[in-house]
Structures are given as C-alpha cells and as structure tokens.
T-cell receptor, first 114, second 111 residues
Framework: DAGVIQSPRHEVTEMGQEVTLRCKPI?????LFWYRQTMMRGLELLIY????????DSGMPEDRFSAKMPNASFSTLKIQPSEPRDSAVYFC????????????FGEGSRLTVL | KQEVTQIPAALSVPEGENLVLNCSFT??????LQWFRQDPGKGLTSLLL?????REQTSGRLNASLDKSSGRSTLYIAASQPGDSATYLC??????????FGAGTRLFVKA
C-alpha cells in the first residue's frame, strides 16, 4: 500500500484566500484524523472521522475550518478565509479502528499564509 | 486528564552509543503506546506499537518497553548511527479515538 497520501505538500497563499488540503487514507482503514503541528503547540487533533462520519470536531479552531469525508478514500480540510496564524503543517492520519489504534501518518501539507 | 511527557527534550550522542529515550504518562488506563520517528519536513513514521497487555516490542536495533503501573515507557536504541538523528515521539491511546502525543525528543547522533 502507498500509505496515507496528502496534497499539496506545500502551499503558500495570501491572507483571505481559501485553502483546501486533501488526503487519501490507507485502503481499508475506517478512521481518519486531521492534525496540525506547530513549534509552539506541537501536534493538535483537529477532527476525527469514523466510517466517513465526523465524530469529534472539537479541535477545529474556528468556523473558518471545515472538513469533509465524502467517501472512504478521500477527505478534505478547508480553511476559508485563511489567516497568517493558520501557517502550520497539517497532517492526515488513518487507522484501522478498534482498540489497536495504530496510526499511520501522511507526509503532511506545509501551509504558509502571508 | 492524560498527559504525556518526554525527557530529555534534546539529546546529542556520539555514533555507536546505546541510548534510552523516556516517556511518561499520567493515566495508566491505556490501550496501547506507540513510538514514532519524525524527520525534518516529514510525517511521523510508526516505529513500534506496544499493546497494553505487552511489556515490550523489538524491531531491529530498537526496543520499546511499557510499564503501565508506573506510567512509563522507554525506547532503547542500540549502536546509534547518524541516520538515527530525528525527533522521536511517544503517544498513548486511551481508547475512543484521541491519541495523546508527547512533545518529542530531538536526537542528534554525531559521526
């Protein structure tokens, strides 16, 4: 398996623009997570999907952030409008669920908002 | 509230040295503990997963132990190499869906 695939790897945009990050989880995994990593705050869980259904989005910082999972093989994280403080690396991770909880991460999308 | 602490925050060792990275957690009610490696600009790579019923796991030069009662895990790296230089993160899974991560230990192995 190719692992968790994220795109784009790098995104530079101007404040106010819409940003869409994409993720393809490992085939057969029924849990998908979006994380954000910064030097100051480390890894933060933004949202968790199970069987394509958002279970907990309490980590989503503001209404400017939204995430969807239209099917088992694709998820998006959208920021609209973007702000400089959104600059971070955004990771997608997937897991096979159950109580094993072993996480597999993508390479991340590095977002810079000018 | 579960908290995960990793000590030291950074470590520099000469090549060939055996080393131990430490991870502590405040609540022993966990399903598993996972060690990750993160290279600069890269994602997290899973190294070892220890289920709550296990005491240790080994992969090559890596050995991870788990002592739930004391809330501790160690990652032992034998015969360290410059290629081992990376940040190592410990994460505990208390159930549900939220994995709790430590801040990581940044390791530098000098040639």
């Amino acid at each position: 398996d190719a692992g968790v695939i994220q795109s784009p790897r790098h995104e530079v945009t101007e404040m106010g623009q819409e940003v869409t990050l994409r993720c393809k989880p490992i085939s057969g995994h029924n849990s998908l997570f979006w994380y954000r990593q910064t030097m100051m705050r480390g890894l933060e869980l933004l949202i968790y999907f199970n069987n394509n259904v958002p279970i907990d989005d309490s980590g989503m910082p503001e209404d400017r952030f939204s995430a969807k999972m239209p099917n088992a093989s694709f998820s998006t994280l959208k920021i609209q409008p973007s702000e400089p403080r959104d600059s971070a690396v955004y990771f997608c991770a997937s897991a096979s669920g159950g109580t094993t909880g072993e996480l597999f991460f993508g390479e991340g999308s590095r977002l810079t908002v000018l | 509230k579960q908290e995960v602490t990793q000590i030291p925050a950074a470590l520099s060792v000469p090549e060939g040295e055996n080393l131990v990275l430490n991870c502590s957690f405040t609540d022993s009610a966990i399903y598993n503990l996972q060690w990750f490696r993160q290279d600069p600009g890269k994602g997290l790579t899973s190294l070892l997963l220890i289920q709550s019923s296990q005491r240790e796991q080994t992969s090559g030069r890596l050995n991870a132990s788990l002592d739930k009662s004391s809330g501790r895990s160690t990652l032992y790296i034998a015969a360290s190499q410059p290629g081992d230089s990376a940040t190592y993160l410990c994460a505990v899974y208390p159930g549900g869906f939220k994995t709790i991560f430590g801040a990581g230990t940044r390791l530098f192995v000098k040639a």
